[in-house]
C-alpha cells in the first residue's frame, strides 16, 4: 500500500506543474492587465509597478520567480489588495470554504449511498420511482438556479432560513448552501450507488450468502456494501473537485465570506495575481484530495495495487 501511494504521489507531481504552466501563461498573455483602469495611469508610476511586482522582466523569468516562490509556499502577491499577499487572504477564506465543502461532501455521500440502496431494494416500485424523480429533478436543475428558487421558497415565502450571510457560522445560515452544493452529487452518488448494488445483489457470493440463510439487511451491509462502494469512491475525487468549484458560485449567491468572494473580486478587477493565486491552490487542493481517493480505493480493491 505505502508503495502505491508513493507512485501516485510521484505522478501528480508532473500533473501540477503542467497545470501551474498553463494557467500562468494563459493569464500572463491574455490582453490587458492589473493596472488598465478607465482611468490611464501615469507612465512612470506603470513602470514603478511593473518593477515591484518583476512585470518589467520577459515571461519565463516571471515564470520562473513565480516557480521558485511557490515551491516556498509563497502564492504571489495581490495586485490590487497590497496590505497582503494572496496566501493570506486565501487563509481568511478557506475555512468557511471548507466548512460549507466539507458539509456538502458528507451530506452528499451519506444522502447519496443510502438513496442508493433504497433505489436498489425497491427496484421498480413507488420508493425507487420516488427516489428516481429527485435524483433528475437534482440532475437536470443546476446550483445557481436551485439556489435562488430555495431562497425564494424557505427565505422569504416562509421565513423559516435566511436568504443569505454567515450569521457566525450559525446552522441556519448554512443549510441553504449546504443543500444547494450538495444536491447534484447526491444525484450522482446515488444512482452509481443503486447501479452498483443491483449488480452485486446478483453475485454469486450473494446467492451463496442467501443460501445460507442471511437476512436480506445483513447481506446488504455485510456482504454487498463494500463491493457496491468501489464506483462510488472513484466518483468522490472528482465530487470534490466540483464541489471546490461549484462553491465559487454558491459563496457568491448567499453573499458567504469564503474563498469564492476573493476569486470574484479578483476576476472583476483583473487581480491576476489573486486570480492564479486561487488557481493554483484549488488545483493543488484537488490533486491532494484525488490522491487520496486513489489510496482509499486501493483499500477496497486489493488489485488496483499491482497495476
Keep these: 500500500m505505502l508503495n502505491y501511494a508513493f507512485r501516485r504521489l510521484l505522478s501528480t507531481i508532473p500533473v501540477l506543474w503542467i497545470a501551474i504552466t498553463a494557467c500562468f ?70 475555512p468557511y470554504t471548507l466548512i460549507i465543502g466539507g458539509l456538502a461532501f458528507f451530506l452528499s455521500i451519506l444522502l447519496g449511498i443510502t438513496a442508493g440502496i433504497l433505489g436498489s431494494v425497491y427496484r421498480n416500485r413507488l420508493p425507487d420511482y420516488l427516489i428516481g424523480m429527485i ?3 437534482g440532475l437536470v436543475l443546476p446550483n445557481f438556479l436551485v439556489a435562488p428558487i430555495l ?13 443569505g450571510g454567515w450569521g457566525g457560522g450559525a446552522l441556519s445560515h448554512i443549510v441553504l448552501p449546504v443543500v444547494v452544493l450538495a444536491l447534484p452529487h447526491v444525484a450522482r452518488i446515488s444512482r452509481l450507488t443503486r447501479g452498483a448494488m443491483i449488480e452485486v445483489m446478483h ?41 471546490l468549484t461549484g462553491s465559487l458560485v454558491v459563496e457568491t449567491i448567499f453573499g458567504l465570506p469564503g474563498i469564492g468572494r476573493y476569486f470574484i473580486n479578483a476576476a472583476l478587477n483583473r487581480d491576476y495575481g489573486m486570480v492564479l493565486g486561487t488557481v493554483v491552490f484549488y488545483m493543488i487542493l484537488i490533486v491532494v484530495l484525488n490522491l487520496i481517493v486513489d489510496i482509499l480505493y486501493a483499500w477496497l480493491d486489493p488489485r488496483v495495487r499491482s497495476r
Excluded: C, M
Aim: aromatic share 12%.
Design 25 to 94: 501563461f494563459v493569464l500572463r498573455l491574455a490582453p490587458g492587465g492589473p493596472f488598465d483602469g478607465e482611468r490611464p495611469l501615469p507612465e512612470a508610476i506603470k513602470q514603478n509597478l511593473a518593477a515591484h511586482y518583476n512585470l518589467d522582466k520577459s515571461l519565463f523569468e516571471q515564470y520562473l520567480i513565480y516557480l521558485g516562490k511557490l515551491l516556498q509556499g509563497d502564492l504571489g502577491p495581490s495586485f490590487i489588495n497590497q496590505d497582503f499577499t494572496v496566501s493570506e487572504q486565501l487563509l481568511v477564506g478557506l
Design 135 to 137: 435524483i433528475l429533478t
Design 151 to 163: 431562497q425564494l421558497f424557505f427565505g422569504l415565502k416562509l421565513e423559516w432560513l435566511p436568504v
Design 203 to 243: 453475485s454469486n457470493f450473494i446467492r451463496t450468502a442467501r443460501s445460507k440463510g442471511l437476512g436480506g439487511g445483513s447481506i446488504v451491509w455485510r456482504h454487498a456494501l463494500k463491493p457496491t462502494l468501489t464506483p462510488v469512491v472513484s466518483y468522490l475525487g472528482p465530487a470534490a473537485s466540483y464541489l
